[in-house]
Protein backbone atom coordinates (compact mmCIF):
# COMPACT_ATOMS: atom_id res chain seq x y z
CA UNK A 1 0.00 0.00 0.00
CA UNK A 2 1.17 3.39 -0.82
CA UNK A 3 0.31 6.78 1.12
CA UNK A 4 -1.28 7.92 -2.03
CA UNK A 5 -3.73 5.33 -2.25
CA UNK A 6 -5.09 6.97 1.24
CA UNK A 7 -6.96 9.85 1.52
CA UNK A 8 -5.52 13.03 3.07
CA UNK A 9 -7.67 12.20 6.54
CA UNK A 10 -6.41 8.75 6.69
CA UNK A 11 -2.83 9.57 6.40
CA UNK A 12 -3.49 12.52 8.87
CA UNK A 13 -4.91 10.01 11.27
CA UNK A 14 -1.76 7.55 10.73
CA UNK A 15 0.54 11.18 11.33
CA UNK A 16 -1.27 11.91 14.44
CA UNK A 17 -0.93 8.63 15.70
CA UNK A 18 2.87 8.23 15.18
CA UNK A 19 2.99 11.75 16.67
CA UNK A 20 1.10 10.54 19.49
CA UNK A 21 3.05 7.72 20.59
CA UNK A 22 2.22 4.63 22.62
CA UNK A 23 -1.48 3.63 24.70
CA UNK A 24 -3.12 5.90 22.55
CA UNK A 25 -7.13 6.15 23.58
CA UNK A 26 -9.97 7.33 21.57
CA UNK A 27 -10.14 10.21 23.54
CA UNK A 28 -6.79 11.33 23.45
CA UNK A 29 -6.70 11.46 19.91
CA UNK A 30 -10.10 13.37 19.67
CA UNK A 31 -9.00 15.92 22.07
CA UNK A 32 -5.41 16.69 19.73
CA UNK A 33 -7.59 16.50 16.89
CA UNK A 34 -10.27 18.75 18.13
CA UNK A 35 -12.89 16.63 17.29
CA UNK A 36 -16.02 14.80 19.15
CA UNK A 37 -15.22 11.45 19.88
CA UNK A 38 -17.63 9.77 17.68
CA UNK A 39 -16.56 11.19 14.26
CA UNK A 40 -12.86 9.31 15.94
CA UNK A 41 -14.49 6.21 16.41
CA UNK A 42 -16.19 5.64 12.71
CA UNK A 43 -12.88 6.53 11.34
CA UNK A 44 -10.95 4.08 13.61
CA UNK A 45 -13.30 1.14 12.32
CA UNK A 46 -12.32 1.81 8.96
CA UNK A 47 -8.28 2.54 9.80
CA UNK A 48 -8.75 -1.32 11.34
CA UNK A 49 -10.52 -2.88 8.40
CA UNK A 50 -7.39 -1.55 6.36
CA UNK A 51 -5.18 -3.25 8.32
CA UNK A 52 -3.52 -0.26 9.82
CA UNK A 53 -4.35 0.01 13.25
CA UNK A 54 -5.29 -2.20 15.95
CA UNK A 55 -7.88 -1.68 18.60
CA UNK A 56 -10.47 -2.63 20.89
CA UNK A 57 -12.94 -0.44 21.72
CA UNK A 58 -12.74 1.39 25.04
CA UNK A 59 -8.78 0.39 24.82
CA UNK A 60 -5.66 2.06 23.42
CA UNK A 61 -4.53 1.83 19.24
CA UNK A 62 -1.56 0.86 17.86
CA UNK A 63 -0.24 1.01 14.31
CA UNK A 64 0.17 -1.84 12.56
CA UNK A 65 3.52 -2.19 10.73
CA UNK A 66 2.34 -1.42 7.56
CA UNK A 67 0.54 1.53 9.58
CA UNK A 68 3.50 2.95 11.18
CA UNK A 69 5.24 2.48 7.84
CA UNK A 70 2.95 4.81 5.98
CA UNK A 71 2.70 7.14 9.23
CA UNK A 72 6.55 7.65 9.03
CA UNK A 73 6.53 8.03 5.44
CA UNK A 74 4.06 10.97 5.33
CA UNK A 75 5.79 12.73 8.46
CA UNK A 76 9.02 12.78 6.44
CA UNK A 77 7.19 14.42 3.58
CA UNK A 78 6.05 16.81 5.92
CA UNK A 79 9.43 17.29 7.51
CA UNK A 80 11.52 17.73 4.45
CA UNK A 81 9.14 20.24 2.92
CA UNK A 82 8.61 22.34 5.63
CA UNK A 83 12.08 22.67 5.73
CA UNK A 84 12.11 23.23 1.95
CA UNK A 85 9.24 26.08 2.31
CA UNK A 86 11.01 27.86 4.89
CA UNK A 87 14.32 27.52 4.10
CA UNK A 88 14.64 27.75 0.23
CA UNK A 89 11.43 29.99 -0.57
CA UNK A 90 11.69 31.80 2.70
CA UNK A 91 7.96 30.92 4.50
CA UNK A 92 8.30 31.73 8.07
CA UNK A 93 7.58 28.35 10.03
CA UNK A 94 4.24 28.91 10.76
CA UNK A 95 3.32 29.22 7.39
CA UNK A 96 5.73 26.22 6.26
CA UNK A 97 4.01 23.95 8.68
CA UNK A 98 0.36 24.88 7.41
CA UNK A 99 1.79 24.70 3.66
CA UNK A 100 3.07 21.26 4.23
CA UNK A 101 -0.04 20.23 5.95
CA UNK A 102 -1.17 20.11 2.52
CA UNK A 103 1.34 19.17 0.26
CA UNK A 104 2.65 16.05 2.21
CA UNK A 105 -0.25 13.99 1.11
CA UNK A 106 0.65 14.70 -2.88
CA UNK A 107 4.42 14.07 -3.59
CA UNK A 108 6.14 11.67 -4.56
CA UNK A 109 8.91 9.64 -4.01
CA UNK A 110 11.12 11.02 -6.36
CA UNK A 111 9.90 14.50 -5.26
CA UNK A 112 11.02 13.93 -1.90
CA UNK A 113 14.12 11.97 -2.68
CA UNK A 114 15.16 15.55 -4.77
CA UNK A 115 13.81 18.13 -1.41
CA UNK A 116 16.04 15.53 0.31
CA UNK A 117 19.05 15.91 -1.86
CA UNK A 118 18.52 19.68 -2.45
CA UNK A 119 18.34 20.14 1.56
CA UNK A 120 21.82 18.49 1.95
CA UNK A 121 20.49 15.60 3.17
CA UNK A 122 19.15 16.94 6.34
CA UNK A 123 19.21 15.02 9.79
CA UNK A 124 16.69 17.30 11.90
CA UNK A 125 13.54 19.04 10.95
CA UNK A 126 13.10 22.66 11.95
CA UNK A 127 12.50 21.88 15.87
CA UNK A 128 15.17 19.81 16.26
CA UNK A 129 13.74 16.21 15.87
CA UNK A 130 15.23 13.74 13.52
CA UNK A 131 13.89 13.16 9.95
CA UNK A 132 12.30 10.02 9.22
CA UNK A 133 14.06 7.57 7.27
CA UNK A 134 11.77 6.12 4.20
CA UNK A 135 10.35 3.13 4.69
CA UNK A 136 9.20 -0.04 2.68
CA UNK A 137 5.82 -0.63 3.38
CA UNK A 138 5.58 -4.78 4.16
Excluded: C, F
Aim: glycine letters at 6%; aromatic letters at 4%; proline letters at 6%.
Amino acid sequence: MRHQDLTPSTQDYLKHLLDLGEQVTPGRLAQHLQVKPPSVTGKLRHLQQQGLIQHTPYHTITLTETGRTLAQNIQRHHQLLTLYLHQVLGYSIEDAKREAETLEHHISEKLEDRLYALLGQPTEDLTGHPIQQRSSTP
